[in-house]
């Protein structure tokens, strides 16, 4: 039967594709304002910082693609906010692209593209890590671009044998670039890459020439792969350290809690005014239920329509794949979790999930019903992901991460320490293990002379003269060295203190 598959219109939406560049753009406004996390400091200090290539090394905390561009562009341009986090920034740009693309092939109406395009991107979870110069923003955006290459060739119904090839190669070479920026996409891109490739394929040759071409397409579906991870992440993955895999869930519902928590995390108040704010958190809990429920309701009625009727449309194939890749995915995970004790994903580390059920509902939302059933549910999903984005977009932020919010003011209390090593040099300072990397961060940033190194505690070295210290956890240290609070967080629990005969009048 020929496809009855709609092409999506050749004119490519410019207010969407201003969006995606406008998204782009705060992306970049936070990576210049938000102060440095305790992670990022930690990629600075051990990979990036040292005279020899210590990015090569395998560690949790090495995500070496972003390590390497990193070193790069420090080496270049300096070391400062926007060159730490220039290269999250550009798997940010490719994420922004893939999405505003897909929504372009997976229909023609406009509203729905918008719709497609903010609650892929907008995800409070996703946009904080599309920021963080960590390997996070690259690995989802390379993720993308994996299941859209073969997306773009099924679109266009490539079935010739050179156009195949070059969706698997190109296809690979994004799984490989995708492991390079974070393993813990590892499982996730294997299986993806492996599931595209069956899906670019299955229309074989026949016969003798059938089994030759599936041979050729595994060659070309490695061969990529292999050479990026050999050289990236090679030395890496042959002399890993033992102890590395702690942080993860005990359970899948330990694993989904902390994916549902972090995509709904705190409305902004700087952008929704008093009644505006109340309204959203009242209906903050109802707004993951509706859209699973959503979501479930047209996936059930979708395979009710399968059956009853031939698959005619790409897209109908496309969410087949993304549903089995991350079904497969998670199942893997949860079996090396009960035979190897490998901890389960969890928030940053099941990025991957918002990811790929974003595709996914937009997808099968995208795709015309075939029964009255299929069309309530389909424009029930629509709403469900409409409400969802408009919640999303009430969330968005210039001043924290949501994992290191404690930190959000180390770079203000830089200043405050710099002013007081500078009457009093030179000036010994101790931190709280919460602040200590950053601290030292921003002093090679600035290149303060005043004081030494942080040293990092609690316990705290003695003949200390300013700390930075957790207004909480170091309330006896404050108190039995009777220090005098000389900058406190206002919206932290960071504060900067010193001994009482430092303290100089303003």
Same mark, same amino acid.
Request: charged share 15%.
């Given at each position: ?8 219109? /050749? ?17 970049? /406004? ?97 946009? *904080?890590?599309? @920021? ?45 670039? /995708? ?38 397409? %595994? ?72 859209? /699973? ?10 395979? $009710? ?6 698959v005619t449309d790409w897209r109908e194939e ?25 901890? %389960?994903?969890?928030? $940053?580390?099941?990025?991957?999930i918002p990811v790929v059920l974003a595709l ?44 290191? &919010?404690?930190?959000?003011? @180390? ?36 290149? *303060? ?34 220090? $005098? ?7 932290? &629990? ?7 005969e430092t303290t100089t009048a303003k």
């Amino acid at each position: 039967m020929p496809s009855t598959t709609t092409r999506p219109d /050749c004119s490519p939406n410019w207010w969407l594709i201003a969006a995606a560049a406008l998204s782009v753009g705060f992306l970049v /406004c936070r990576a210049a304002l938000q102060a440095i996390t305790i992670d990022e400091a930690t990629t600075f200090e051990l990979w990036v910082l040292p005279a020899t290539p210590a990015y090569w090394d395998g560690a949790s905390n090495n995500h070496i693609l972003n390590s390497v561009l990193i070193k790069l562009f420090t080496s270049v341009f300096g070391l400062s906010h926007l060159t730490m986090r220039a290269a999250a920034c550009l798997g940010g740009a490719l994420f922004y692209a893939g999405i505003c693309y897909l929504a372009h092939l997976l229909t023609p109406h406009r509203g729905l593209q918008w719709i497609f395009f903010v609650f892929a991107g907008s995800n409070p979870l996703i946009l *904080d890590y599309l @920021v963080a110069a960590r390997g996070y923003s690259l690995a989802m955006a390379f993720l993308v671009w994996l299941f859209l290459i073969p997306a773009r060739l099924r679109q266009r119904r490539g079935d010739h044998v050179s156009a195949q090839f070059r969706s698997v190669l190109l296809s690979s070479l994004a799984a490989g670039l /995708c492991i390079a920026a974070n393993f813990s996409f590892a499982i996730m891109a294997v299986v993806s890459l492996l599931l595209t490739m069956w899906w670019t394929h299955r229309r074989g040759r026949d016969g003798a020439n059938r089994w030759r071409h599936w041979g050729v397409t %595994l060659l070309a579906g490695a061969g990529p792969a292999a050479l990026v991870l050999v050289l990236f992440a090679g030395h890496a993955v042959t002399h890993w350290p033992a102890g590395q895999l702690w942080w993860g869930a005990t359970s899948t519902r330990t694993m989904l809690q902390t994916v549902a928590e972090a995509s709904l995390y705190q409305p902004n108040p700087y952008v929704l005014n008093p009644l505006l704010l109340r309204a959203v958190l009242f209906l903050r809990p109802l707004v993951l239920p509706v859209l /699973c429920g959503s979501l479930f309701a047209r996936v059930l009625v979708w395979i $009710r329509e399968r059956r009853t009727s031939p698959v005619t449309d790409w897209r109908e194939e496309f969410g087949t794949v993304l549903l089995g890749s991350l079904a497969i995915t998670v199942f893997l995970h949860w079996i090396l979790f009960r035979l190897a004790q490998v901890l %389960l994903p969890q928030e $940053r580390t099941a990025l991957y999930i918002p990811v790929v059920l974003a595709l996914f509902g937009s997808v099968i939302a995208s795709i015309q019903a075939s029964s009255r059933a299929g069309d309530l549910t389909r424009k029930g999903l629509i709403a469900a992901l409409a409400i969802t984005s408009v919640y999303f977009l009430t969330c968005v932020r210039l001043s924290h991460f949501k994992e290191w &919010e404690w930190g959000a003011e @180390v770079q203000r209390a830089y200043a405050v320490v710099a002013a007081q090593a500078k009457r009093h040099s030179p000036a010994k300072v101790a931190s709280s293990w919460h602040y200590a990397t950053a601290l030292n961060f921003y002093r090679q940033m600035y290149g *303060d002379p005043f004081f030494e190194t942080v040293s990092n505690g609690p316990p705290y070295p003695a003949n200390c003269t300013i700390y930075v210290v957790h207004s909480a956890f170091d309330k006896g240290v404050i108190e039995s060295q009777k220090l $005098r609070i000389v900058y406190s967080g206002p919206l932290t &629990e960071m504060v900067v203190a010193v001994l009482p005969e430092t303290t100089t009048a303003k």
